[in-house]
């Protein structure tokens, strides 16, 4: 894509505002805060790092700031982003509301977050549906679509005047092809992907597959690597730092400019968690995935065989429901970092993102 062709499609979707001058066709890079959470900094201090690393962006995800919801601090990330001359994105968490009761509040809470990305220079407002499968409520995966269409209508208008897309992350509970369904349902002229190459292989799907059923609807793309390995249960999948996992990162580069619209990438390390085995072989699995269909759970049982054991030394301690035991805080604090700044290396000298870093 030709640098004048690439400046004119980001303005177009609203995320050029704060590109660096001269891309002459180089993907912008930033990372993704909650990456980084065990360091326990506040927002500013976030900003601060990544214009130390040169970076074009920030993803600012699940902020640990004190004063995270105060409208005055929202003006002060914005004045900040400005001047270190970073590309902003944010949003919220999980927004499904599991009981009719939840449903205003989750329209409240989506319409409050709004107001939020809005206020900090956000393109774009970041929701997850749920933090896996198995945490939807009873019921057909047809039915739960439905409801998350009903819901992001009832803040279409509101979304539209603030001048933002709602990002929907894939996350451990849609596969490509149902999320698809999902943003063609709500209206695409408000609703994209947070597309995530990390969150597919827990629902069975080579992270190839995502990107060209999804690709283009992406609004932010981040980069998250696994190893995807053949276990006597099924198949186990561990994340790892980008680069170290089964994954061709090439190939899905290649991928992210052949189906995506132009966006930023978003390094995204989250390491310190153990294997996870998806029992493939018991029948209870697939009551999950009635309609899984075959020639993606083919192509990502070849991932499968292709990959092994993550090799490298990793303390594992993001254990589920557990905070981290203080004895272990300094030793997570310094991987977090060294998993981030390993990625980055890679993301810049294996696949030639960034573009501030250049100069």
């Known amino acids: ?35 980084l959470r065990a360091m326990r ?5 976030l900003l601060d790092y990544c214009g130390r690393l040169k970076l074009d962006a920030v993803f600012l995800q699940d902020s640990l700031d004190p004063k995270a919801m105060d409208p005055a601090h929202w003006r002060e990330v914005r004045e900040q982003a400005r001047r270190l001359a970073l590309h902003l994105e944010t949003g919220g968490g999980g927004v499904f509301p599991k009981t009719p ?13 709004v107001e939020r990305a809005k206020a900090m220079g956000s393109p774009l407002l970041r929701c997850v549906i749920a933090s896996d499968r198995a ?7 047809e039915q739960h679509i439905a409801t998350m269409v009903r819901l992001l209508k009832a803040v279409r208008s509101q979304v539209l005047d603030a001048g933002l897309k709602i990002a929907i992350e894939i996350h451990k509970d849609l596969q490509a ?8 349902e709500a209206g695409k002229e408000f609703v994209g992907t947070y597309l995530d190459t990390g969150n597919p292989v827990f629902v069975m799907e080579d992270p190839i597959t995502t990107i060209e059923e999804l690709g283009r609807y992406a609004l932010t793309v981040h980069l998250r690597d696994s190893v995807v390995y053949e276990h006597q249960r099924g198949i186990a999948v561990q994340w790892v730092p980008l680069g170290e996992g ?7 580069i290649a991928k992210v400019r052949e189906h995506c619209p132009p966006v930023f990438v978003y390094i995204k390390p989250i390491t310190g968690r153990p294997p996870q085995i998806l029992p493939i072989f018991e029948p209870d699995h697939w009551k999950l995935y009635p309609k899984a269909r075959a020639a993606d759970l083919a192509r990502f049982l070849a991932l499968a065989k292709k990959g092994q054991p993550y090799g490298r030394n990793m303390v594992v301690e993001d254990l589920q429901g557990r905070s981290i035991p203080p004895h272990f805080l300094e030793a997570i604090q310094f991987q977090q970092r060294e998993h981030m700044e390993r990625s980055i290396d890679y993301a810049r000298k294996s696949l030639d993102l960034g573009v501030r870093w250049r100069q």
């Open 1 to 35: 894509m030709r640098r004048r062709t690439f400046l004119k499609s980001l303005a177009g979707s609203g995320v050029a505002s704060l590109l660096p001058a001269a891309t002459d066709g180089r993907i912008p890079m930033g990372l993704n805060t909650y990456c």
């Open 41 to 45: 900094w506040p927002d500013a201090q």
């Open 101 to 113: 009761d939840a449903f205003q509040p989750s329209v409240a809470n989506i319409l409050r977050n």
């Open 135 to 141: 945490a939807l409520p009873p019921g057909p995966i």
């Open 177 to 184: 092809w149902e999320q698809r369904m999902l943003i063609e």
């Open 246 to 252: 089964t994954v061709d990162f090439k190939q899905i």
